[in-house]
């Protein structure tokens, strides 16, 4: 075997080591997009990314900040969550950003977070989720169960008189904990178990015909029946679909959403789904001009007349506006720094209210219920009088309702455990 | 709620009282002011103005309610004008006058403030409207009617109902009506003969009723409700049964459009192509183009998109097997890796050249909503359209097959290459036209799937290995086995859903799979004699 | 002894030779240069060639069954998965009570789905032995039922790819059904410590890299003493004669059923050094598509030539790399051109290139 | 799990300890007996109830026009084919249907294919090498060394198939001819007590069958032969005795002229050529 091409591999292997390791230029403020462009989760996170690069360009064309340019890193975790990972990795270590934007699925946070610790960086994270977390470097610009889920079942409660639920999901983390804290809310509520059916299907399933039926079934049981769907993504079309074919509408078995939005929709026909709910904490539709807005500069970015927009991107845009924000206020992009600057700024949202980084990292939002309309929009039926502080951790899982979040000095604790006054887990953050 | 049971029966009252076809309008003044009050009053107050508004007897009460139901009675904040929305796509919205009619063109959103409704409000609605419906000439309109009463009749309207009954001729209409009005003793009355009536009833309103008469501490009609459900109940498990075959069956049809291309190009040229799924997405994204082509005839283009998504993916397809598969003859595993490339280059192509996002695919009204067999038991009409589409493009693959003169060559080439060569058949023309033949048929599963579930980039994704199953448990190269194993494939995880739920299902159906090759490695049919062997 | 057959063979010395060269150096340029200095190797860096590692020895297993056994499995990700899987799960053992709620012994997954006990399978896994031993056993074990069904029925070619395909899939599905314990789709993640080492400090990434470049040196060797045995020249008989080799007397089935299991081994430990390293072991690991992808690294290296498949498994891995930072909106058309070209105009692979020169034709390699 | 405990025999691990395979007694005559064998494939009887006896040490050739079942018939007694009645009794000892094709292999009945079979891409020394009469378990194969011993043998053969030049080429490389050689030359690195050989001189030159007539005359005595040939002149060359098969059963039995001669035969078969 001739030693050629052994060397060859040899040397493969350390052009790769030096060419990845190249000193960033420090002038610009960087800013890494780790969302993902190919793979399953392309169909919701690219928007995403250009919704970054759209406010980056925005805030350069008005001067960036402290006088520096901000420069967008993107890369393509490819729905691949190892990748997400080692990305990460990538954006803090060789390429130095001051801050990342990126994320759409739990499992792909979950596997981000250690790095994000470890290299003490900054994550914005957009996307309505579980819960259950609160870590020093990650801000959570989506909704915690309680400012979507909660004040949902309370409207189907109250306003519709729903008193038998439908609880169905994906079979992953946020869907099983969402239903896990509604079961109990339910139950403290007084709804017999026996009221409420819960069922998980694997992602992108397509073959609903039976528990379609099964709903319908359980819903003509002679009491008002309500689903609550955690359906992911891919999975709602032919969920809807089946819905309208097997003649289950609004007004029998209202079906409520938190994961279904505009741009889901925009894949869907509609018409059948007309009265059908969700729960966001922004809706395209809301009638405020700053909302507009965003809307003719975004239509303006894509080129696209029929471009939409969704309640994450209303999220980055907070978390953005929040970052831009903490930067002037400690006049350094200090990763220390701006984590502790950033606890209390107040920036405008897109509904007409204001969003408050709270110490826990969570931000304060309004709750919207929003009915399909024909037009792949949704009309807001419903909105929690004041904006609703996010809650890391659930006071309806038994092993969560004990503790608190706080990354204010002198607490400094994500986990702190309110009964035994210890501060769980995680306290070895950021070894640097 | 009970103010509201008391509003209902007003406005039910007064309704009743109105003659048919009112051709009366009130002021516009008026109108306006009674549209102002449903604009600004709460979804409470909302329910007593529509009850003022169907009661005044307008003529264009009816249009401002269908339009308010639909969320398309609007308001211009700028004057204060109502307005009916015509076409509320976009960020212009063509808009109409309300009062007038009188078309406005199109008008920024910012300055459109739509009504709000909501669904007990539009519930609302559909019960006043279908009680003015009760009154309309059409007997199909008439029985919407009826049956939308059901389970909302309450004693202002039990009161006139047997005289609506009286002068109505339609026997179903009829029926119906009779059951809302049992409904409504049985429920509120207590009333045993009423139970008799809805003994026979699928109805779930009436079920209910039934249900919450078991509980009364009357015996008799305790009894009485009991036995009626007992047969009701008989009759549901029948039903559902055959619902649970028929779901089976279009799962089956489903598994068999995707996988009957793959028997082709698989099974008879022996090419492992994992590009098949995105040819199943072109064909799906072709039924959108026609689509987006001929804007407002969702129908048509869908017709017409049957040809071009076969046309699209089999041309894709030829394109597929001159640059690649030509060149691995012989080497069938290589093709799957080979294809593999192609099918990420075709993924990522439609991501960028069309959209990552899924697409919307409209369908046409005689595809969309079920067939009622009874009220326990309708079939989805995309489904069973989807099925008999399934065994339609299979007739077609076995005539073609069996009865033409490429049928015959294909199958010589498979058999014995080098001899069909001998014999003068052009093996690279044969080839070509097979791979196009699979190809196109999975553009045809394409266009049919794009009724069922998601157009997006990932559509193929989730057939593919599906379609592999099936085909090497039916037994590569039989179209057959592929019907065969397709079909009961969709069954046996229908059937096992109900107890074992989704995933488990599938997971068993996997592994029945894997078992059932140990037991018969060739699949269901295998193929005879000594060119099976090696 | 048969197993230091190789080490007397050049190719196997060169191989060898070119690896742990390559090993010390990453190791020298970690820790001698100064981090600004433009050869120094990042901790990034030196894990993520600790991944392309892990990914070489999965290469290298697969190889051993598709290039010398002729089974294209397309299933090698299940094994790799588990053997991940029961890394993890030894990993979050260790976690203990510095997880999110503290509970000692519940996995933070299961505490906020309300499990009250550990399940029975998690048992065991918070010692290292046990957990090191399930990366050995538990692929192989399924590698030896499955196998043993397969073989013993004569399931081959197309239909046995197909079947390993469903295989994987099957495990997958399971995988992500939370009602298994296994985490479900976020899988197992948020590791602490391996062997009382901090996973977060450069220094244990540097060992467990060294580990898995000395892993994949000891699965090489054992590859290629299977490949130059006796044994070895049976399995390439039995992969171009089947029906010849039983008529020499030989079990065909249970030739295969051997190397089968072996491989599936190696590929349950490249996936009990890979987690650690990426810090995540997902169901995801077990979808087809990532099978497949094993098998286009090992054609394009070069089938049935083990250092091929290295070739291979590191270029892909490192295109992937580079593609998806400099142009993520395009690298799945390169990665998919990268495959369509290999197998159009390179059957042989990259290998197959290098050897043009020599005589010998291909599987010949196998017994040079 | 017989795969693990075969792994676990510390005593089977070298070939020494071994047991030799059992012995095939032909103390009562024939070393091959099928009966009343009779299989169909779908329909079609391919053998029916055939009766044949074989000699030890004896060579036979069997004649029959095409699908009189001479192939299946070698199915059947190697053990690739499973009959649908009768028995095969190798020697009065061991009943061919209860086992597998490498136990009959390993009891010593080497077989020959119609369409010569070699592994193309190993070399003709390791061809003979996989052939030759050894312990043919997992672990033995893996460790077992290439003794001088084994490779007199191998050179042995490698002159008596006239394959020496060409030892350490890939058989992939040999000529038609020089393939059926090696595949004889397998079957005798196997010790066989009986060879089943399917058309033999098939694609080979005039002085190649004499060559090939010799070598299985050669055997015969020590070895029994069964030869299955189309090719007449072969056949008279070497046939001592012959049967001719017809439509899966026998139709005549005897030497060759005898044969020739019988009205039926040559109605059936020699026909065309007389």
Known sequence: MSLKKHVKLGLSALALSVSLHTVAAEDPIKVGILHSLSGTMAISESTLKDTMLMLIEQQNAKGGVLGRKLEPVVVDPASNWPLFAEKARELLAKDKVDVIFGNWTSVSRKSVLPVVEELNGLLFYPVQYEGEESSENVFYTGAAPNQQAIPAVDYLMNEVGVERWVLAGTDYVYPRTTNKILETYLKAKGVSSDDIMINYTPFGHSNWQSIVADIKKFGSAGKKTAVVSTINGDANVPFYRELANQGIDAADIPVVAFSVGEQELSGIDTAPLVGHLAAWNYFMSVDNDANYDFIDAWVAYTGKEDAVTNDPMEAHYIGFNMYIEAVKKAGTTDVDAVKDAIIGVTVPNLTGGYATMMPNHHITKPVLIGEIQDNGQFSVVWETPSTVVGDAWSDYLPGSKDLISDWRKPLKCGNFNVVTGTCGGKSDVAAN | MSIARWLRRLILACLLLVPALATAQVADADAQQLLTALAESSFAGKKAVIGRIAGSGDERARRWLEAFADNKLARLESSGRFVIVLSNRGRNWTLADALTGEPLGEVSRRDVDTIRINNSLRNELTSVLSVLDLKSPDPASRLAAARALRGKVDEGLAERLPGLMADESAPAVHQALEEALAIYRVAEQGDVQAVATLSGSLNSEARAALRNATASDDPVLAQAATRALERIEQKLKLNRAAETLYFGLSLGSVLVLAAIGLAITFGVMGVINMAHGELIMLGAYTTWGMQQLLPGQPGLALILAIPAGFLVAALAGIAIERTVIQHLKGRPLETLLATFGVSLILQQLVRTVISPLNRTVVTPDWMSGSVMINEALSLTLNRMVVIGFALVVFAGLMLIMRRTRLGLEVRAVTQNRAMARAMGIRATRVDILTFGLGSGVAGLAGVALSQITNVGPNLGQSYIIDSFMVVVFGGVGNLWGTLLAGLSLGTINQLLEPWAGAVLAKILVLVFIILFIQKRPRGLFPQKGRAAEG | MWLTRPLQERSTQVFLGVLFAALIAVTALHLLMPQDSALYVSAYTVTLLGKYLCYALLAVAVDLVWGYLGILSLGHGAFFALGGYAMGMYLMRQIGDRGVYGDPVLPDFMVFLNWQALPWYWHGFDMAWFAFLMVLLAPGLLALVFGFLAFRSRVTGVYLSIITQALTFALMLAFFRNEMGFGGNNGLTDFKDILGFDLRTDATRLGLFLATGIALAIGYVICRAIVVSKLGRLSVACRDAEARARFLGYRVERVQLFVFVVSAMLAGVAGALYVPQVGIINPSEFSPLFSIEIVVWVALGGRATLYGAVIGALLVNYAKTVFTGVLPDAWLFALGGLFVLVTVFLPRGIAGVLQRRRAAAGPREATA | ?274
């Open chain 4, 1 to 274: 799990m017989s795969f693990f405990e075969e792994l676990t025999h510390r005593d089977r691990v070298f070939e020494f300890l071994a047991p030799a395979p059992s012995p095939v007694d032909v103390r009562h005559g024939p070393i091959l007996y099928l009966e009343d064998v009779s299989v169909s494939f779908d329909g079609f009887k391919a053998i029916n109830n055939l009766n044949l006896t074989i000699d030890d040490g004896e060579l036979r050739c069997i004649i029959g026009p095409n699908g009189a079942g001479k192939t299946t018939m070698m199915d059947i007694i190697t053990g690739k084919t499973r009959p649908d009645t009768g028995s095969v009794w190798f020697g009065s000892r061991h009943n061919l249907l209860a086992l597998s094709e490498p136990d009959i292999a390993s009891l010593g009945i080497g077989r020959k294919f119609q369409k010569p079979t070699v592994f193309e891409a190993l070399t003709v020394f390791e061809n003979l090498e996989l052939a030759m009469a050894t312990d043919k378990r997992i672990l033995p194969t893996l460790t077992a060394v290439m003794t001088a011993e084994y490779r007199e043998r191998i050179d042995e053969v490698l002159a008596l198939i006239g394959l020496t030049g060409l030892r350490d080429r890939p058989a992939g490389i040999l000529s038609h001819g020089q393939k059926q050689w090696l595949e004889i030359g397998m079957l005798l690195m196997q010790k066989p007590r009986l060879l089943l050989v399917d058309e033999p001189v098939a694609g080979m030159t005039e002085q190649e069958m004499e060559r090939t007539a010799e070598l299985l005359t050669g055997l015969a005595g020590q070895q029994s032969v069964v030869v299955v040939e189309h090719d007449m002149g072969f056949v008279r060359s070497i046939a001592r005795t012959v049967t001719v098969l017809h439509q899966g059963s026998v139709l005549a039995e005897g030497s060759m002229d005898e044969v020739a001669n019988d009205p039926d035969v040559i109605r059936v078969y020699l026909g065309e050529e007389a």
